[in-house]
């Protein structure tokens, strides 16, 4: 059995305003031919399908075309997990069409464990692996909050309550495996010592209750982890893995290599784990320096591939100079073989708040909730800062589960 690990796909984001939609249309052309080609027969997909709870009509025709066109390839099914950016209602509303594809779709966690565990059958109609199909476990899956508990008893109380989702999974798939099959299990959450991008939101108490890959029962075979949008092993664990975003979805992955992952069983035993590029439809790329450098920089540069490089420009000048704003907003008008979308100028001898981003030319919209909060910290002088962004982490994770 052949089974294809991705994750994060983050249909219909906006990257500083710019729509990803052909780059994902590329990136599910070329995974239906992987699909043909390496002979998959199980697609398995670790969350965030999609960027916000309510996805665009477009989103959801890209969502579900691919689909139809995944059913016509040689993959004999698909497995969907729910992640920290998908609004259950969203995924589940087709699941019962979906169901009749042979596409399993858990959105969020079912009210009973066995729901969470899905069967796949091989080309003879034969039982051939068991998945545990967890989901992203939202804080009242996993604990019941007291009245009165301090953050690091919360942190604990979470990480625990992953574990013990965990373990309850791995007894019940004991029990019903009496074949030795081999087991996968999904993850959407943060791992111990997994490397991280600026594009992905804090989870599970802002991250603090990290779980560790030797926390996973052992008779997970391979584990297929979402969240994490930087394709790693965890601990160096070949058979502990995130596929990563098949897209870079933020500057700070503009070096990254996307991945998907192929895992083959042989006789029910893991015979091999191989990572295979995604292509790069588009370019992100930075320059970084004085007005002078930087112009010219980006007045040589040269796009590569099919579409049109997108950059950030950062230039830092060491004092505030009128001229130089004017002289860099008549920069930003020019025609070059790229295409700026995330600009911005600073000085060394003024200090800026939240108020000033406009003058370097960045909107509130392209900074996450965290930045703007931190960067009022920067203008505060509260003694117990560390304090302050716990209590803020716990109440931005509770408002997006309350919105879901």
């Not at 920069?331 to 981003?357: C, H, N, Q, Y």
Request: hydrophobic share 35%.
């Amino acid at each position: 059995m052949r089974i294809l690990h991705t994750s994060d796909w983050h249909i219909g984001q906006r990257l500083h305003g710019k729509d990803r939609f052909y780059e994902h249309e590329k990136f599910f052309s070329w995974l239906l031919e992987i699909l043909h080609d390496r002979k998959i027969d199980l697609l398995v997909i670790a969350g965030d399908i999609f960027d916000v709870g309510y996805p665009s009509n477009s989103a959801l025709q890209q969502y579900y075309r691919f689909l139809t066109q995944c059913r016509e390839s040689t993959c004999q099914k698909v497995i969907i997990t729910g992640g920290n950016h998908d609004y259950v209602s969203t995924l589940n509303a087709p699941k019962s069409l979906l169901d009749a594809l042979d596409i399993t779709v858990i959105g969020g966690v079912p009210n009973s464990i066995e729901k969470e565990i899905v069967e796949v059958k091989n080309k003879k109609g034969e039982p051939a692996a068991y998945v545990c199909a967890v989901p992203y476990l939202r804080d009242r899956d996993i604990r019941k909050g007291i009245a009165g508990e301090s953050y690091e008893d919360k942190v604990k109380a979470t990480s625990l309550g992953i574990a013990e989702h965990y373990k309850e999974l791995s007894e019940y798939v004991k029990k019903i495996n009496t074949k030795k099959l081999p087991v996968i299990a999904t993850g959407h959450l943060y791992m111990a010592g997994a490397s991280t991008s600026d594009s992905e939101r804090d989870i599970q108490m802002g991250n603090q209750a990290a779980f560790k890959w030797n926390d996973f029962p052992q008779n997970f075979n391979y584990v297929a982890l979402g969240h994490i949008h930087r394709p790693q092993r965890i601990s160096k664990q070949e058979q502990v893995r995130y596929s990563g975003s098949p897209i870079p979805l933020s500057f700070s992955e503009k070096n990254d290599l996307k991945e998907v992952v192929i895992v083959e069983f042989k006789d029910n035993k893991l015979d091999s784990i191989e990572s295979v590029p995604v292509p790069l439809f588009r370019r992100l790329i930075a320059f970084t320096g004085n007005l002078d450098e930087v112009t010219a920089q980006i007045r040589q540069h040269k796009s590569v591939g099919e579409f049109t490089d997108w950059a950030e420009i950062q230039i830092v000048e060491e004092n505030y100079d009128p001229n130089l704003i004017q002289k860099y907003k008549e920069v930003l008008a020019e025609d070059f073989d790229l295409e700026i979308i995330k600009p911005s100028i600073s000085f060394k001898d003024r200090v800026k708040g939240v108020s000033e981003l406009y003058e370097e030319q960045i909107a509130l919209k392209d900074l996450t909730n965290r930045e703007v909060f931190e960067k009022l910290l920067d203008r505060s002088s509260f003694e117990d800062r560390t304090e302050l962004q716990n209590s803020y982490q716990q109440l931005l994770q509770e408002m997006n589960e309350q919105e879901q």
